[in-house]
């Protein structure tokens, strides 16, 4: 069974940063033959998508909000998917969620995941 744990997240003033983690693990599980993505979801929202790559990470998107802030990453050895934030605004506040899907392509529809963490709160607040 694939299981997810994200870390990172916390409390951070405007303009600062986080990185978030999360560590993929499993019978067989091997991190190179999925695409991969974080999403968020803050209170009275519904789940978007902030940044996701294809299999190889030659592929990328980012949602609107986040470009140029944000920065996603992955270490197949660790099986390990980051995100790197910064300059971090208050409506960046959410729970924040990695995702992993067993297909070699690019999409960031979260409806087309089926692994996910359980979530790490991210506050933006002074």
């Known amino acids: 069974q694939l299981q997810l744990v994200e870390s990172g997240g916390g409390l951070v003033q405007p303009g600062g940063s986080l990185r978030l983690s999360c560590v993929a693990s499993?019978?067989?599980?091997?991190?190179?033959?999925?695409?991969i993505g974080w999403f968020r979801q803050a209170p009275g929202k519904e789940r978007e998508g902030v940044s996701c790559?294809?299999?190889?990470?030659?592929?990328?998107m980012y949602a609107d909000f986040v470009k140029n802030r944000f920065t996603i990453s992955r270490d197949n050895a660790k099986n390990t998917v980051y995100l790197q934030m910064n300059s971090l605004k208050p409506e960046d506040t959410a729970v924040y969620y990695c995702?992993?899907?067993?297909?070699?392509?690019?999409?960031?529809?979260?409806?087309?995941?089926?692994?996910w963490g359980q979530g790490t709160q991210v506050t933006v607040s002074s």
């Open positions: 995702a992993v899907r067993r297909s070699a392509g690019l999409n960031c529809d979260f409806g087309s995941y089926d692994n």
């Open positions: 499993g019978s067989g599980f091997t991190l190179d033959r999925y695409a």
């Open positions: 790559t294809n299999v190889n990470s030659y592929h990328i």
